[in-house]
């Protein structure tokens, strides 16, 4: 392309943003009545920061993205995006994997990273309060130093924030004993999509009438948006240990974690990583725990009373060894512990060294069935001629197989979207589910029938009609429809999104 086209392209670009803005100036000036003019973005160079999550292979650039600070505000947005007819998205920290907060064309992009403030801490009755900007690792930040802790702990848990973990109902590696996001939110202050504001839940979970908090905790901004989240936070554990074992196939490394629960033990976490994992964090983080040559790592978690903790220390080693370990390292103190479960931490983004891209999956599969699966998921990547890096947490089953390819070559990401489709299928065909923490999404919504009939998906869609009846809020997430989803779609789409169907 010569200079001369390509200024005649931006002159191009420039003209039809201009037309935009000039055709969205009355409802930008709404919204920077109620925010300021600092609160709102429509500028392309602006709005290209928020065309994506964390999920980059979908993109859309929103119409106008707007940052309010409080409750009321957030209201007054939804009214306008209500009274005029504007679709709109919820978004916090971006960090999510399933295109949930995937902006939709025209739409109003409601940015939550400014409500950041810890507005309540009740250490006497084990609360805070939060605005969903708040990283999620700030709760237990602000609360250690009295002997408590948050919980739930994604892997991004020093980026995402809570309102998004509250979206997607996140997990991370504590949520085989201590459960996922839902069981650790008491109350929410609501922006419904009319724009009227409720409360659900309370201070405690014995609360009388519908579970309103259940219902809206991983509905991915369908229903509405969290504007005030109160938390549930537990003390400290009296004592905390770390068992690293190392194994020659991940066969053995999963046997031991049948074991494990088998004997009636409940680690406060146990993650596996196999081979390619571990070298990948080996290169990048360097810890210098994880043995290369290793088929896969166990790492598991003993909390609770000293007591019960030595003893279950010496039971998960006996277990690890019977089943083919060939070493195992404790750690009781604080630093070693955290040495320990860096690499892990740190797994997906130590992928970026070994491979230009990678598309992560997030499925569910009986403990029993781990061995079968994780042979299936290597087939398959053979069959399709793309390594499949597996890590999972472990405990629960939950699978997160991260596909290695290179974006850059055309048709790849497709062929590696029907990969991950086919690992998606193989883990409802053995029991288990589609989606264990990342949400459905834009990415997941045309696999919800392997799991659901259409009677189920209909029920569900009736709940959402309650609470969304103009289908404003986050449309085109989770479920699946004709355009999305049928072969027409396939055939005219680049899976780009560059165009998402507006409701």
């Known amino acids: 392309m010569t200079e001369r086209s390509h200024l005649f392209l931006e002159t191009l670009m420039l003209t039809e943003e201009k037309q935009q803005q000039r055709h969205w100036q009355p409802i930008v000036k709404q919204f920077e009545a109620v925010v300021g003019k600092n609160g709102v973005m429509q500028r392309r160079e602006e709005l290209i920061t928020y065309e994506c999550d964390g999920l980059t292979s979908y993109r859309q650039r929103p119409a106008v993205v707007v940052l309010p600070r409080t409750t009321e505000q957030v209201a007054e947005i939804v009214k306008i995006c209500d009274r005029n007819q504007l679709p709109w998205v919820a978004r916090g920290a971006g960090t999510g994997l399933s295109g949930g907060a995937l902006p939709v064309e025209g739409c109003v992009l409601i940015v939550t990273a400014l409500m950041k403030k810890i507005l309540d801490i009740d250490l006497e009755n084990q609360r805070v309060v939060v605005q969903p900007g708040v990283i999620n690792n700030w709760v237990t930040q602000a609360v250690s130093g009295a002997g408590f802790y948050y919980a739930p702990d994604p892997s991004s848990q020093i980026i995402c924030s809570v309102g998004g973990n509250v979206a997607e109902n996140s997990g991370g590696v504590h949520c ?15 922006v419904l999509p009319d724009g009227s504001i409720v409360d659900v839940g309370g201070e405690s979970f014995e609360m009388p009438g519908y579970d309103l908090t259940g219902l809206f905790v991983g509905s991915e901004g369908t229903l509405g948006i969290a504007t005030e989240i109160t938390l549930r936070i537990l003390k400290t554990p009296e004592s905390i240990c770390v068992l690293l074992a190392d194994f020659n196939t991940v066969e053995e490394a999963g046997g031991a974690v049948s074991d494990i629960i088998s004997a009636g033990i409940i680690p406060g976490g146990m993650e596996m990583m196999d081979n390619l994992s571990i070298n990948a964090v080996e290169d990048v983080v360097a810890t210098g725990c994880y043995p290369r040559d290793a088929g896969a790592i166990l790492l598991v978690e003993l909390d609770g009373l000293e007591v019960e903790v030595a003893t279950n220390k010496h039971l998960v080693a006996e277990i690890c060894t019977k089943n083919g370990a060939r070493t195992i390292t404790t750690a009781s103190d604080p630093e070693t512990r955290l040495k320990l479960w860096k690499g892990r931490k740190a797994t997906f983004a130590a992928m970026g060294h070994i491979s230009p891209d ?108 309650v609470f969304n009846p103009k289908q404003l809020a986050n449309p085109g997430k989770i479920f699946p429809t004709p355009r999305t989803c049928g072969e027409a779609a396939r055939a005219e789409s680049t899976k780009q999104f560059e165009s998402v169907e507006r409701f």
């Open 176 to 190: 085989l004993k201590y459960g996922v996001t839902t069981n650790h939110v008491l109350g929410l202050k609501l």
């Open 358 to 465: 990678y598309y992560v999956q997030d499925g569910v599969i009986p403990r029993t069935q781990l061995p079968f699966v994780l042979k299936e998921i290597e087939a398959l990547g053979e069959k399709h001629g793309y390594f499949v890096a597996n890590v999972f947490h472990a405990g629960d089953g939950n699978l997160h197989p991260l596909i290695l390819y290179d974006n850059s070559v055309p048709g790849a990401l497709e062929k590696v979207e029907e990969l991950g489709g086919e690992i998606l299928k193989l883990c409802v065909k053995v029991g288990g589910s589609i989606s264990g923490e990342h949400g459905i999404g834009a990415d997941k919504r045309c696999y919800m029938p392997e799991m659901f009939t259409e009677a189920d998906l209909e029920t569900m869609q009736w709940v959402r009609e």
